[in-house]
């Protein structure tokens, strides 16, 4: 949760509600595509691989708009 609160701090929550709808929109699409080919098991196993590719996507993202308001505000970057 800490990237989502830079991300209020750094004033891009329009960019972080996008990415949200991203996130939904694959969990969904991985729910129902591991639902139907695969088991119960490897359905899980994708969506938690899944989600920790995306929370890294997330923290990636909000890592490269701090250092660029860090580098507008110092004057450097």
């Known amino acids: 949760m800490p990237a989502v609160l830079f991300a209020r701090l750094i004033r891009i929550q329009r ?11 694959v969990r969904v699409l991985v729910l129902v595509v591991g639902g139907r080919y695969g088991s119960a098991l490897q359905c899980i196993a994708l969506f938690s691989v899944v989600g920790a590719v995306l929370n890294l996507g997330l ?7 701090v250092l660029r308001r860090e580098g507008a505000t110092t004057g450097r970057g």
Request: zero cysteines.
């Open 15 to 25: 960019l972080v509600f996008f990415y949200n709808v991203i996130v939904l929109a």
């Open 59 to 65: 923290i990636l993202l909000v890592g490269r708009a």
